[in-house]
């Protein structure tokens, strides 16, 4: 007759050992350069996300036939980078070594690169699927190279370009668009053709998705630090998972929902089906009690 | 030189009996699980109507042509959900039985319950038209039934399944989707060519027109209690409405405008041009003074 | 290295055995009667109280010597207020049977009448301390007898109007007043004077406060259904609850927090800050571990 | 069972004729200067006064007692300040004429000009007391002569600097405070022996009372375009309006209510808690019906 | 190591005379007449600017190779109209002789008059271009002349009606449609072929654009004082302005920005955004330093 | 007829050479633990000063008087704390060196501690006097020296406890108090005849005074990332500042102003009144042009 305080993400549970897969909060917005307020991403996706369905008719599917656990949120020291980025990679690095798919909740972006380094211990030959409205390609940005600007060339370090293919990327520097032209696999728009194609060249490999909520138009996902206008739909975004619904996908994070901006909560609200669809996708699917 | 304190709707008089239409404000959101603040709907609707002109270039029509009253709000009940519908559908089914047709603003979803209650009373053959984000289908919720989750269900427990056309629903239990597959005229997105297959059937029939806000995308009505991300746009709806313009609408609601969501006041004013196309569409023409 | 997903009040655990106070969340408004919206009281009193720090300097007393539990909250069903009243009493009776302090955490006002109900079962010769703008003594609202304007009438059929002490008590009809000044122990101001002089006369007896947020001027804490201009100021507040320190305090609630009314969030810290004075002045003071 | 469209104030009827006092709308900006928005401040303050009981404990009255007619608002031309003004005029002509109390509800300050010059005409003997952060003394005003800023100014050219009395005033230039300091009954905080020794020298005379909102400090009246801080408190205003409880008083306005600087909606709250105050204090006593 | 007080728009200089182009603020709201605001636009747009990158994938020009001056803001007066539209009539004819650029920054939609008479008096065979939801081509409103609901109808007295092309017009009354329909080049909605039509017949001859930002859907663009249902797309006003790129545009404005409808600043970048665009594309390109 | 883009504090120049005082802004939030933003609160600072007169009722001065620069921001490095705290160290030690009066604006707390070790290294006995509602006194916060929550133990190490007093302090851990009582000049409350001893002790050196925003009411101050309720009121404040006008105050700084948590803008206009009293009390009285 009683709710327990746990409030974790809809429909998951605390039993990490027997849970497919994981979810991982990544409270973090430092090197947010605009608006800052990330940090209270995770916190907000959980508590909407009990205004969604555990049933997708989308994808006619059900959360209750599937087990995950939340883990709550990594504690993230304010004024400490390096520190704050230890802490998410050790947390995820648990995750992949156990063969569970991670779905971490930021933060600003720049919380991708632990987690991705993370992944490439555990998968080496990772190929990387990014959703974004910016390229987040500099070399360094305002005199650091770790920064929510800088993140995917990092990621570049760790994979290699051949293994980045961008989406929906529509802001950048002229040297960031010249580079991505040139070295990795770019697409300026979210065509679901283009993905399914990204889809083919991936089959069979780990893959791990990192997916800032920028890539949407503003309208749909005003609740973010870095709003870049003329994005794409939800409708384009549902579509473009659904693409790659039979990748290895080993890992996926959504990144950059900042609540203060958005006082309607559906910036929020949309993440958290974004996450409901992406458990439905990518995790396997489990009877409770079992694996 | 005086504006009276008088603020119904846009173009809205006080006269009942020279009028076609009825407008009605429903302010109830007792049953509300998630967001409260429904109450205010009706309120806001009404003193945002100002910013529309009364001439509606899609359609043509002037308002200025149009007889119709506000008949202000129910009172509704804080803590008493059955004699608050009793309230209302003592209001509807008098507008009812003056053959006017209603227009009702709520409030949540439930206050479609007595209206169409009423309605079928007058008219036994009656049809209901119902756009929504959810299929509203529960059998019961939370051990009630008489909720803003229940309310299709009990409509169809009033007009009988195969008297229910529903479009865009794209949120419920699997429960709901396979009794909506099975048992109703089911439309999970909102494509003209349905609605006007619809109409097809429903030509010369009496028809119930509920239309949930938030089977519009929350990018363009924010200010709902439950947003239901991926939704339609307003054109598509305003599509709809005009592909059911030669229907015998007798009744037209509008629910689940939920102020203190939309600092923007944007979902009301949405609200209004929909009720403003809604009188141009289904109530008779008349000449101020005449019928 | 991770925070865990439990997300009770500042410094509480989960073990309810071993603690002297239990935290309980009320989350219904659904008699409210102009803006609702506090059903997410609790939740938000819950989330900003880590603002705060575990040691009140005003009290030099630290929550690290103090146990207490949060149960999280009861399970409201929004439109049926007396299956939600008995919900709650079914919780509360559990605490007061044990022997523990109660603190609730509201809601409307009306989630008191639960509680005093039950703390009567087991403590006969209760007397309740009423902190709040509102009489709330009406005999009945909108021909409702329960209801957020009628608790304090309930509270007198249950405790006898002279074991009713009010305080700050400063709207309500002419018949309110006129009964409150006549049958019960009525302040319309907050002085700790006449906080002490109650006090002398509870001493060694079972009390229950019941604190209404909006006692305090909207100033303080705009974050309400109902603000009441000309309140007291919160160190009013805070001084009335230590003239209170050495009753037998067995129950605590502080109710009204209405979030959607104050973007500051700063009437949920003051709430919060207010719980963590009511623990350390009313509560057992404990070792963690032992009791 | 259903609330009439009818909107005005808290109690108030649609009787003119019958009534002691009239309440006016006067939602006019233009003039401002920093942040506009007032010509919502009557809508508003209407709309929350509902939240009021109609019973005053502080002057144990209610307002059944009293009737007083809401005649909505003037039609303001949004750049027209000249017209608008004369319209404003008109309409309190009218009350002043038929010897009711004006009660009239801002928008901008300027629009007590109007106000005043109509009451001197028909008060030859008129004195004005002036609540209000900023001294509104300038000549002129970025070229205009009609405006916020200068709207005390051209009352002065009305009634004469010795029939002004002014409280509150924190703002303003040095030439301002020059002239008030020399010339008006000037008063820079808000003493309520202050305001009972204007009350002495004003007994039998007739009296306007114009009253800025933000002579309050901007935690009780946020919602104003030009907040001043270190403001006075709703007990030293209410204590002022009781010290001139038996002056003549003739007319009353309650200006720089600016809703969309206040979410929480307090500084109307309290802005319609003064009205109340004043009908109560200045108005006749009438029994509904006759005068 | 520090940043200088200036905050122009992304990427300007204070070098009007070795600038192509000149920004201009108009911060002027008086004759709105639902909501006020549009004054706080160009302050807005400007600090806003700086989440933008200089470089356009879209166009794949770079800010860097262009050089455009600030101005700031013309001084508007509050409350007098006719010397405010002097005032930016007088900055934007200089702007005009020195056969720059012109984009000023609104403010509501009457600032544009003062700037297109100006661009007339320079450019006598001067076309127009107007991208709103409102036709604004009324004779008279509210028995004024100059307002943001008449101003087209004034444009049209300037250049003459053949001269006027309106694109997006989806409001207005019976009688301004019929006027548009039959009198200037109307279209009602917003298609990149209308707009290449008119581009081909405008090849070679001055025009001035003249964008209201209500032309877009208001999910993209809520901060506007009187938002429209049912508008275009950011993809189709970036492709109509890329339709115009030839043509020999010696003026651009962009109005009824206002903040205070839309705390996500979205509708600010929106606006910043299409700024940067515009100077792109009908600015001439420079090498700093040089013309 | 136009203003400049130069949007300094009210009535600033940027004539460094020739001024007494110089207003330099520190945008950082790095180290915020709660909800950060005060980056933006040296930009809100200087865009609402416009609301105040540059005429001080209070103390009967005028910044027409004064001279002061307005330096702009220092260029912060989000995700790099200690370049970020060197830059404002560069900026500072400049205006010390030069032996002008700093204003600073934050930004956190922390970017306090480079402006006192700045002005230590050139005032070698200077005294740091520190209005609060927080100790600051920590040694280390979650493994972090430099933190918003340490700084004033920073200080200490600088300047030694004797040379630190603090009031307003209400908020710290059992072991800050400890520290805060046994060794500093501490005082939980602001009682102005404290200050005035403490200037007694202080008359003749150098000293530093540090205003956090949050030693105020959140009811005054709701614009700030940690608020603690029950504190001082704004008369406290600007009594306190008097008590300090004879000292040779030598930098003030006002910090923790966060906009993104006051949407009534009225913590930032507080914040610029203060800055003003300060210019009014601790800047040299100049003659424009002169020294």
Redesign the interface.
């Known amino acids: 007759?009683?709710?327990?305080?746990?409030?974790?993400f809809l429909g998951s549970c605390?039993d990490y050992e027997g849970a497919a897969a994981a979810i991982?909060g990544a409270p973090m917005?430092?090197?947010?350069?605009?608006?800052?307020?990330a940090?209270h991403g995770p916190?907000q996706i959980?508590?909407v996300s009990?205004?969604?369905?555990?049933?997708s008719?989308?994808l006619d599917r059900?959360l209750a036939d599937y087990r995950y656990a939340?883990?709550?949120?990594?504690?993230v020291?304010?004024?400490?980078?390096e520190?704050s980025l230890d802490?998410i990679a050790?947390?995820a690095r648990r995750v992949f070594r156990d063969r569970k798919l991670l779905i971490m909740l930021g933060g600003e972006h720049?919380v991708t690169l632990p987690a991705v380094q993370s992944a490439a211990e555990v998968y080496p030959d990772l190929s990387v699927i990014h959703f974004d409205a910016h390229a987040d390609l500099r070399e360094i940005y305002?005199?650091?190279r770790?920064?929510h600007a800088t993140v995917m060339r990092r990621v570049v370090e760790t994979v290699g370009p051949e293994r980045l293919f961008q989406f929906g990327?529509?802001?950048?520097?002229?040297e960031e668009?010249a580079f991505a032209r040139s070295a990795v696999n770019f697409h300026?728009g979210l065509r679901v053709e283009d993905v399914a194609g990204a889809a083919e060249r991936l089959r069979g490999k780990p893959v791990y998705i990192t997916l800032d909520i920028d890539v949407l138009?503003?309208?749909?996902a005003?609740?973010t630090g870095?709003?870049?206008?003329?994005g794409c739909t939800?409708?384009d975004l549902?579509s473009a998972l659904e693409a790659l619904a039979d990748l290895e996908v080993i890992g996926f994070d959504l990144v950059e929902v900042c609540p203060?901006?958005?006082?309607?909560?559906?910036t929020a609200?949309?993440a958290a089906?974004l996450v409901r669809e992406a458990i439905l996708l990518f995790s396997r699917k489990q009877k409770p009690g079992g694996i």
């Open positions: 007759m009683q709710r327990e305080v746990f409030s974790g605390d991982l917005d430092q090197t947010a350069s605009f608006r800052p307020g940090r916190r959980r508590s009990e205004v969604l369905e555990e049933y008719p989308r059900d939340d883990l709550g949120d990594v504690t020291i304010p004024g400490n980078v520190e802490r050790h947390s720049l305002l005199g650091v770790l920064s990327i529509r802001s950048g520097t002229r668009f300026s138009d503003p309208s749909y005003p609740g870095t709003p870049e206008p003329d939800p409708g549902f203060p901006c958005d006082h309607s909560e559906r609200i949309l089906k």
